[in-house]
């Protein structure tokens, strides 16, 4: 009896220190992925100026191993870059612009930045300038992390 509340000790220890440990359910919590309802959220989220790495999805099987990873990506990633998922079946608008036709994809739209260049037509109408990044990286949190680091994406408020 002693050895199993040992080792239950010793399991939720590693859960709760490993950053990358996949063998077990992690508790994340409360999920943090934002669902897309509309356009004018996005560009609300955009307005924030976070980075938000988008999911544009349909249903199938690689899309369940992504809505996992989305999950902990976004808890880990919390609350420096935001993590959203479009469900392209419902929202075929949007996602035709991305003019892509193999799903799911994601990419990474960063740094919002205003811009308001030449002539104002209308002081209600901000412009911004946003960098998108098509991510053909290891779909993990740690892929996530390696894509931040190597597109210069800051994961905090500190100067690193």
Same mark, same amino acid.
């Given at each position: 009896m002693e050895e199993s509340s040992l080792l239950n000790k010793i399991m939720l220890n590693l859960r709760a220190t490993c950053r990358?440990?996949?063998?077990?359910p992690k508790d994340l919590g409360p999920s943090r992925v934002i669902h897309f309802t509309s356009e004018r959220?996005?560009?609300?989220?955009?307005? /924030? *100026?976070?980075? !938000?790495?988008?999911?544009? +999805?349909?249903?199938?099987?690689?899309?369940?191993?992504?809505?996992?990873?989305?999950?902990?990506?976004?808890?880990?990633?919390?609350?420096?870059?935001?993590f959203m998922r479009v469900e392209c079946p419902k929202y075929p608008g949007f996602c035709i612009t991305r003019q892509k036709n193999e799903y799911p994809f994601v990419e990474i739209f960063h740094s919002p930045e205003q811009?308001? /260049? *030449?002539?104002? !037509?209308?002081?209600?109408? +901000?412009?911004?300038?946003?960098?998108?990044l098509p991510f053909n990286y290891d779909l993990s949190a740690y892929g996530f992390g390696e894509f931040f680091k190597r597109h210069g994406i800051r994961l905090s408020d500190r100067n690193e």
């Open positions: 990358y440990y996949t063998g077990f959220e996005f560009v609300q989220l955009l307005h /924030q *100026g976070h980075p !938000v790495v988008v999911a544009f +999805t349909i249903k199938c099987n690689l899309t369940k191993h992504l809505d996992k990873v989305l999950e902990e990506s976004a808890a880990e990633f919390y609350p420096h870059i935001k811009a308001n /260049q *030449g002539k104002v !037509v209308d002081p209600n109408i +901000t412009k911004y300038s946003v960098q998108v």
